[in-house]
């Protein structure tokens, strides 16, 4: 019997933390690994998967004030900026029609 690779939204309930997801798809990950790989920069790997749309979601939540995100996140305004660099994740959002168009994603 094969295994099948879970996916984010398959393993999704509204009773589990993000703890518990990110815990299950590690492990689902590693499983599927078996012993013929060896895999590398696994904390950067899962760093980047969760800060990228952690940064997104709430920078969309802020409709687009970097002040007001950074706040949020608990990190300085300049180190937002050099995240959204470093991500390239470029925000377009216009007060008027409340359109927030997040590139990068």
């Known amino acids: 019997m094969s ?44 760093t980047e998967e969760v800060e990228n749309p952690m940064l997104q979601v709430t920078l969309n939540y802020a409709k687009g004030n970097q002040s007001l995100a950074a706040e949020i996140l608990g990190i300085s305004r300049n180190t937002l900026r050099k995240k959204l660099k470093y991500y390239n994740i470029d925000q377009e959002f216009s007060p008027l029609s409340g359109e927030n168009k997040t590139k990068g994603f």
């Open 3 to 46: 295994k099948k690779l879970l996916l984010p939204e398959q393993v999704a309930t509204p009773t589990k933390s993000l703890r518990d997801l990110v815990k299950k798809i590690l492990e689902n990950y590693f499983s599927h690994l078996g012993n013929h790989s060896c895999p590398k920069n696994i904390y950067q790997m899962v």
